[in-house]
Every structure is written in C-alpha cells, then in structure tokens.
C-alpha cells in the first residue's frame, strides 16, 4: 500500500491518498535444460531418472515431484513394458508444470549359452545320449531369470558305416520370456570303421586239407569265413580254393552292422606228374619189370594203372608180346612225404627184335660224282646192314689194272667211293678220276640160314661219268 499527503509551504495538508498494490504470482514454473526424451530401450538398459533443470519467475525453491509408472505388461512378461516417467513442478503460489518421458521397454536380446562339443568316431547310433536341458551349462538372458530349453534331434539318413556316416544333429532352442530364442547345435556322427585283412597259408600237397587262414579284425566286429560253395567255414584243415571274410559289427539295436569284406585264395602245389619214356618189343616173351623204367630211388611201394587198357599188366610186370605197335601210358601213383604224385611212363611198342629176313646186295654200275647231290658216289644196296653183312671190302681198278680205291666196311656215305683216288698205286689220293670204265671187286660176308658166317664175292664194270 503505498500512501501520498501534499503540504504547502503554508503548512497545509492536503488529503491523504492512498494506492493499493496487490501483487499475485500467477506465472507456471518451467523446465529448463535438456529434458529426457522418449526412448525405447531394452530391459537391461533402462537409464535412471534424469536430473531435471527448473526455473521460476518468483520463487528460486520450487517443490519438484517425481513419479513413475509401468504399464502395458505383455505377455505376462515383465520384460516388456511402458514405463511413465512423471516431473511436477509447483511454487509457493501453487503454480505448477509438468513433464512425461515413455521410456519403452523391449527385450530383444536372445539368450546365451555355449553348445556342447560335437562328438565324432562312434561306433553305435546306440552310443549317443539322450538329450537334456542340463547339457547347456551357462544358459543365461538378459532379463528373464529361467531359460525355457527345447530340443530337437535330426539325421541325415546315412547308414553309420565308413563312407556312409550317420550324423545326428540335435539343437537346442533356448527361449526368454519376450520369445526372443538362440539355437545351439551339436552334432554325433556315427562312423564304424570296420576292417578286415586275411593272410593265408597254403596247402603243402595237392588236395591236402591243411590251409589255414590268419585273420586281424576290428575290434568288437564278428568274423565269417566262408568257402567258394558259400558254406561257413573255420580258419583252419582248409583245401585249396577262395575264401570271403567278412567282418561285421553292429551299428544300433536293430540288428543292422557294418561290415568290411576281403577275400584269399589258398593254393595247392600241382599234381605231381613226371613223364619218363621207355620201348618195349611186341616180338619179346620176356617180361617187363615196368619198375625198372623209371627214375633211380622210385618208391616201389606205389600203384600202377594200366590207363589204355592193355589188360597186359599184372603187377609191376608187363607181358609185352602181341601188343599193337604204338605208344602207351602206364601211371604210377606214390606218396612222397604225405603228398601224393604220379609217374607217367610213355611206352613204346616196336617190332626192333623181330628178325628180319635180309636183303640182296645189288650193285649200280655206274655213278656221276659232280657235286650235284645226285649218284655221287658209287651206291650198294644193303651193304650197310651189319647183320646180314658184317664185313666188307671193295676194291676198284681203272682200265689199266692200277688200283685207284680199296676201303673195309663200306657203307655208301661216309666211307664211299666218291670218284676220287685211295688205291695204293702212283696216282695222288686226292685227285680226281678222269670219266671212264673202272673194274670193282667186292668181298662180302653174311649169315645162312644156320646164323653160319659164309664168304661172297661179286666184280664187274663200272662206268664213272662226271
């Protein structure tokens, strides 16, 4: 209230005045400085309250009220959600203002965990566990405190055997409140790695049952040997032939396996076969010892087979007489060191005893020694056969009676008259005879009829062209 009197210089007073001044603060309060602005943040991140600034135009001590509110819950998850954030200002006149932030709330952030290690070389589907939530150790989320864990298993069909690996692929599905999810993936893989290697001994004879069959195998894998008639056989007292080895092992609880297949061949020496040759007369009553035809330290103790069917064997003895010419098997079947083998005697059956009548001595006269490979040398029939003729000589003389050739034992190739001189004469041995007409003497012996050795002679003219 403000009050004016007026006095003069007289000293008088005017009326009083009087002014009333009502003073109202009327003015809201402010904010002042940077305020909160609305954000959508994730649940781990929501900021404290900010600090606000305010100002007045009356009153520096202004009452400040802070609220906050949460709303719009979904899904029954408190990760998700609006939050209100409320300042009120009011001065001393009740003059008030307010500011709102929505700080919206969103969990986006899946959770975490590591996947256990992937586990390979299995040698059973049956060896992979069954899946559980426990296997993630470190599941944690940002702002849900459980963990929902699923799993689901898949395969890729393959058979589990080497080359053909079964792999099971299970995931873990981890989910939060908010449904944001992260899979983890471990994988199994089967692969049963099954072998299989043979080794075999052989037969010491021909169709001996002594083989044997060395077999490494896998371990925890079964071994079937079988023959080529595909019967199943042990390892051991085995003939010659094929075998298939067969090595299975089981892969799952089905019954199904692996398997890893070889095959060997036990062999057997050949038949022991060894051909020796011998002859025999058709014309001889005496017996043939066939033993004594074959190889020095032969085992008599064997067995022979008459394989023609001469029906002239008895024994080890052959009766060779009045057996066709030609040639015949006889077998002889030993057992040398538990090994059986034959000897196979190739007999031939001549007519070289028969005695034959023998033939007349017949004499060419005349003869060309040219070099031309025909009658070159002075030719007697039947004089080289010994045992009708043993000895000989022949003596030749040129016209003139000089001796030009004289040889014993003539035998019409390597001791011949080839036109060339041997006499005991002048004329030089190697030089040769001119064409002409020649005298020969031949002196024979020969057997009669009583195998009496009687004396011949025969002579005459021969004619030596050239």
């Known amino acids: ?10 000293g008088n007073t005017s009326d009083t005045f009087t002014q009333v001044i009502t003073i109202e603060d009327t003015t809201k309060p402010i904010f002042t400085g940077n305020l909160p602005t609305d954000i959508t943040v994730s649940c781990d991140a929501v900021p404290e309250p900010a600090i606000v600034e305010t100002s007045d135009n009356c009153n520096s001590n202004l009452s400040i009220v802070f609220s906050e509110i949460k709303s719009d819950i979904q899904n029954e998850c408190a990760t998700n959600y609006t939050l209100t ?3 009120t200002i009011t001065d001393c006149s009740g003059n008030t203002s307010s500011y709102s932030q929505i700080i919206t709330v969103r969990d986006t952030t899946p959770p975490t965990g590591t996947a256990p290690s992937n586990i390979a070389n299995l040698q059973s589907i049956a060896d992979i566990p069954v899946g559980s939530p426990t296997d993630i150790k470190d599941a944690l989320d940002n702002c849900s405190e459980n963990v929902n864990i699923k799993i689901i298993d898949s395969n890729n069909g393959g058979s589990g055997c080497e080359g053909n690996a079964y792999v099971l692929t299970r995931t873990y599905t981890l989910t939060d409140c908010a ?5 983890l993936v471990q994988t199994f893989t089967v692969e049963n790695k099954v072998s299989v290697t043979a080794i075999a001994s052989n037969a010491t004879c021909f169709e001996a049952n002594n083989g044997s069959i060395l077999v490494t195998n896998s371990p925890g894998s079964i071994v079937t040997i079988t023959n080529g008639n595909n019967e199943v056989v042990g390892n051991t007292n085995l003939p010659a032939g094929m075998y298939t080895i067969t090595a299975t092992s089981s892969v799952n609880n089905n019954n199904q396996g692996c398997t890893a297949t070889t095959t060997v061949t036990i062999t057997q020496p050949p038949y022991g076969v060894t051909n020796v040759t011998g002859e025999a007369c058709t014309y001889d009553s005496t017996p043939v010892n066939l033993l ?5 330290n032969t085992p008599a103790t064997g067995i022979w087979i008459d394989t023609n069917g001469t029906n002239a064997l008895q024994g080890n003895i052959l009766n060779a ?6 040639s015949y098997t006889f077998e002889y079947q030993i057992t040398d060191e538990n090994c059986r083998r034959s000897i ?3 007999l031939t059956i001549n007519d070289d005893c028969r005695v034959l009548a023998c033939e007349n001595i017949i004499i060419h006269n005349a003869f060309s020694p040219n070099g031309d490979g025909i009658n070159d ?4 029939d039947n004089i080289d056969q010994t045992i009708c003729y043993p000895e000989n000589t022949v003596e030749i003389y040129n016209r003139w009676g000089i001796l030009v050739f004289e040889t014993a034992n003539y035998n019409n190739t390597t001791n011949a008259f080839d036109g060339t001189s041997r006499g005991r004469t002048t004329i030089k041995q190697s030089d040769g005879l ?3 007409t020649y005298f020969y003497i031949i002196n024979y012996t020969f057997l009669d009829g009583n195998d009496v050795i009687q004396f011949n002679k025969k002579a005459g003219y021969l004619y030596l062209s050239k």
Not at 1 to 10: A, L, Q
Not at 292 to 296: D, T
């Open 179 to 183: 449904g944001n999810k992260t899979e």
């Open 434 to 436: 001119p064409t002409g």
């Open 1 to 10: 209230t403000n009050t004016w009197t007026v006095k003069d210089d007289c």
């Open 377 to 380: 040398v002075f030719k007697i």
């Open 292 to 296: 004594s035809l074959l190889p020095e």
């Open 344 to 346: 196979m005697l190739n």
């Open 85 to 87: 954030r409320t300042w």
């Open 321 to 326: 007489l009045g057996l066709a010419l030609g």
